[in-house]
């Protein structure tokens, strides 16, 4: 049981002004709650934000122990992220699932890659042959998705390859989908992505390779882009790290980042769906999700409301959570000022409710 709770304000996105009520179950409520503690009045109520691609449970070196991964999703809940789509980690994270005081969490297992093509201790490492075969023990661990590593530096080519030869990726996810799981890809380079989606791939992570072709396919098939575009940022310091070794790698990452802006903005133009995510974990930090929406308006050239929605009731719809209707878990966010007419707002929230309960 919880205390009621009671805020009035803008409630977006309806944009309508109005009471919410949370009652003594952590719903919200109709009608008045008696006893109510009233949070804020005047404010601007936004469903509880989205980071749909987060790793909590990993740093730059691995997995994490339970005191990491519990600092790291205190961060992103007390930014405003009450919903969070794990893209990929390597620890058992289930204990989240038992604390109301922390987000929710959908999974996606492990990053499934080709062995010695990625980042030690991030992925299950495995051969071609063997694709299908972890699809369906990552599908077992997750919460209807399964993530793979589209692409990753190639040491004998010295450049970006795909990790699966299309056909059996095209396997593997034909496989995930008979299984009832959606599949996304960590794709870089332009050739992963083009194979994954016409292999009918439904997300596709980063997506700097995105040629108009590939993006028309996105936009009539429906599959999304999480750009996570605070990551992108971080493509000149992965090229200066590769330079000596691999030049053409170095070059490669410099020019998709060039690139990067103008290709998210002819994804968005062309209507293709884009959520938030802000690849937290590895080397970001967690708690980014109001710089990843920021991003999305100013670089990507989403509208503030648009931007907004693709880190909140947007995400929400498209992951299959509710957002701020009768009976629902009140899973919200309390700001001052109207977001939509500065982003930064969302920078500082004035309260955080989770299941009913403020919980920053």
Same mark, same amino acid.
């Given at each position: 049981?919880?205390?009621?709770?009671?805020?009035?304000?803008?409630?977006?996105?309806?944009?309508?002004?109005?009471?919410?009520?949370?009652?003594? %179950?952590?719903?919200?409520?109709?009608?008045?709650?008696?006893?109510?503690?009233?949070?804020?009045? $005047?404010?601007?109520?936004?469903?509880?934000?989205?980071?749909?691609?987060?790793?909590?449970? !990993?740093?730059?070196? $691995?997995?994490?122990?339970?005191?990491?991964?519990?600092?790291? +999703? +205190?961060?992103?809940?007390?930014?405003?992220?009450?919903?969070?789509?794990?893209?990929?980690?390597?620890?058992?994270?289930?204990? +989240?699932?038992?604390?109301?005081?922390?987000?929710?969490?959908?999974?996606?297992?492990?990053?499934?890659?080709?062995?010695?093509?990625?980042?030690?201790?991030?992925?299950?490492?495995?051969?071609?042959?063997? #694709?299908?075969?972890?699809?369906?023990?990552?599908?077992?661990? $997750?919460?209807?998705?399964?993530? #793979?590593?589209?692409?990753?530096?190639?040491?004998?080519?010295?450049?970006?390859?795909?990790?699966?030869?299309?056909?059996?990726?095209?396997?593997?996810?034909?496989?995930?989908?008979? !299984?009832?799981?959606?599949?996304?890809?960590?794709?870089?380079?332009?050739?992963?992505?083009?194979?994954?989606?016409?292999?009918?791939?439904?997300?596709?992570?980063?997506?700097?390779? #995105?040629?108009?072709?590939?993006?028309?396919?996105?936009?009539?098939?429906?599959?999304?882009?999480?750009?996570?575009?605070?990551?992108?940022?971080?493509?000149?310091?992965?090229?200066?790290?590769?330079?000596?070794?691999?030049?053409?790698?170095?070059?490669?990452?410099?020019?998709?980042?060039?690139?990067?802006?103008?290709?998210?903005?002819?994804?968005?133009?062309?209507?293709?769906?884009?959520?938030?995510?802000?690849?937290?974990?590895?080397?970001?930090?967690?708690?980014?999700?109001?710089?990843?929406?920021?991003?999305?308006?100013?670089?990507?050239?989403?509208?503030?409301?648009?931007?907004?929605?693709?880190?909140?009731?947007?995400?929400?719809?498209?992951?299959?959570?509710?957002? !701020? %209707?009768?009976?629902?878990?009140?899973?919200?966010?309390?700001?001052?000022?109207?977001?939509?007419?500065?982003?930064?707002? !969302?920078?500082?929230?004035?309260?955080?409710?989770?299941?009913?309960?403020?919980?920053?």
């Amino acid at each position: 049981m919880t205390t009621p709770l009671h805020v009035r304000g803008v409630v977006l996105p309806e944009d309508v002004e109005r009471d919410l009520w949370v009652d003594s %179950s952590g719903r919200i409520s109709d009608e008045p709650v008696p006893d109510a503690q009233t949070v804020a009045v $005047g404010a601007f109520i936004v469903p509880g934000l989205v980071d749909a691609h987060c790793h909590v449970g !990993l740093d730059e070196h $691995g997995g994490v122990d339970e005191q990491e991964q519990e600092r790291q +999703i +205190i961060a992103d809940r007390d930014a405003g992220t009450l919903l969070i789509r794990d893209a990929g980690v390597p620890v058992d994270t289930r204990w +989240i699932d038992d604390r109301a005081d922390l987000p929710r969490v959908i999974r996606a297992g492990r990053h499934i890659a080709r062995t010695k093509r990625y980042i030690r201790n991030f992925g299950a490492e495995i051969e071609p042959g063997d #694709l299908v075969a972890e699809v369906e023990t990552q599908a077992a661990r $997750g919460d209807g998705w399964i993530k #793979l590593v589209g692409d990753w530096i190639d040491r004998d080519a010295g450049d970006l390859t795909p990790c699966w030869p299309a056909d059996t990726a095209a396997a593997a996810i034909k496989r995930a989908h008979e !299984l009832g799981a959606r599949v996304t890809a960590h794709c870089f380079g332009e050739q992963s992505v083009a194979e994954l989606v016409a292999a009918g791939i439904d997300c596709v992570e980063h997506g700097t390779g #995105l040629t108009d072709d590939v993006i028309s396919a996105m936009a009539e098939q429906r599959t999304a882009l999480v750009p996570t575009r605070v990551q992108i940022d971080n493509f000149p310091m992965y090229a200066d790290a590769g330079e000596a070794r691999f030049p053409r790698y170095a070059a490669h990452i410099r020019d998709l980042h060039a690139g990067a802006d103008a290709t998210m903005r002819s994804a968005h133009e062309a209507g293709v769906a884009i959520y938030a995510g802000t690849d937290a974990g590895g080397v970001l930090p967690h708690g980014l999700i109001g710089r990843e929406v920021l991003a999305l308006h100013s670089q990507v050239g989403l509208s503030p409301d648009a931007a907004l929605g693709a880190g909140s009731w947007g995400a929400r719809a498209w992951l299959g959570r509710p957002g !701020l %209707s009768a009976g629902e878990s009140a899973d919200l966010v309390v700001y001052e000022e109207d977001p939509r007419a500065d982003l930064r707002t !969302l920078l500082a929230p004035r309260a955080v409710i989770l299941r009913g309960s403020v919980v920053a």
